[in-house]
């Protein structure tokens, strides 16, 4: 019996050519073809989707710190090794601190309080599948976001959720420079 989840990880050269346009832009925004996106690239639907709802989410009214908050979030909520170490690195890039890394990396809030909001709200979004309480929009609240900003984190989690889903899934090889952030859940 073959292994049905044997997905490549495609390059630039060996990618459909319906993904490529979206594997130049990812290349552009990183440097390199993240592993990740070389195997969702099995699908032009979807990595043209998920290029398209990133761009849109990284241009949203929240910094890129606190973006990369609610990514680390969904990653290790919905327990996707590859994307809790992109994410790891990437927030660490952003400037957010080892210590509030390492807390989301352990499911706990971190100390500063916006980010801590955002863990929250993400966390409930993906356990809680959007049914959210009064108690989840006041904390979000009360740490200085807005109504809009909510749905902004929804439109996170929404692309989030597709990579962590096909990240694990496809379970493409971890790229050299995330190496250090591996995680086991």
């Known amino acids: 019996?073959?292994?049905?989840?044997?997905?490549?990880?495609?390059t630039m050269a060996s990618a459909p050519e319906n993904s490529k346009?979206?594997?130049?832009?990812?290349?552009?925004?990183?440097?390199?073809?993240?592993?990740?996106?070389?195997?969702i690239a099995n699908s032009p639907k979807l990595i043209n989707s998920l290029v398209g709802v990133f761009q849109q989410v990284h241009s949203s009214s929240l910094t890129e710190p606190e973006i990369q908050i609610v990514l680390l979030t969904d990653a290790v909520t919905n327990s996707c090794t590859y994307a809790v170490a992109?994410?790891?690195?990437?927030a660490l890039q952003a400037g957010v601190s080892s210590a509030e890394t390492g807390a989301i990396r352990?499911?706990?809030?971190?100390?500063?309080?916006?980010?801590?909001a955002l863990f929250r709200l993400a966390r409930n979004l993906i356990e809680k599948r959007g049914h959210l309480g009064e108690e989840d929009f006041a904390s979000?609240?009360?740490?200085?976001?807005?109504?809009?900003?909510?749905?902004?984190?929804?439109?996170i989690v929404?692309?989030?959720?597709?990579?962590?889903?096909a990240g694990t899934i496809t379970h493409p090889p971890l790229d050299e420079p995330?190496?250090?952030?591996?995680?086991?859940?």
């Open 1 to 10: 019996m073959t292994n049905q989840r044997n997905y490549p990880t495609y």
């Open 21 to 39: 346009p979206a594997l130049e832009q990812l290349q552009k925004a990183f440097g390199v073809v993240p592993n990740i996106a070389g195997a």
């Open 86 to 90: 992109f994410h790891t690195a990437l």
């Open 106 to 116: 352990e499911l706990r809030a971190p100390k500063d309080q916006r980010f801590a």
């Open 140 to 155: 979000f609240f009360a740490a200085g976001f807005t109504k809009e900003q909510v749905l902004e984190v929804v439109a």
């Open 158 to 165: 929404a692309a989030s959720t597709i990579t962590n889903y």
């Open 178 to 185: 995330f190496q250090p952030y591996a995680w086991r859940g």
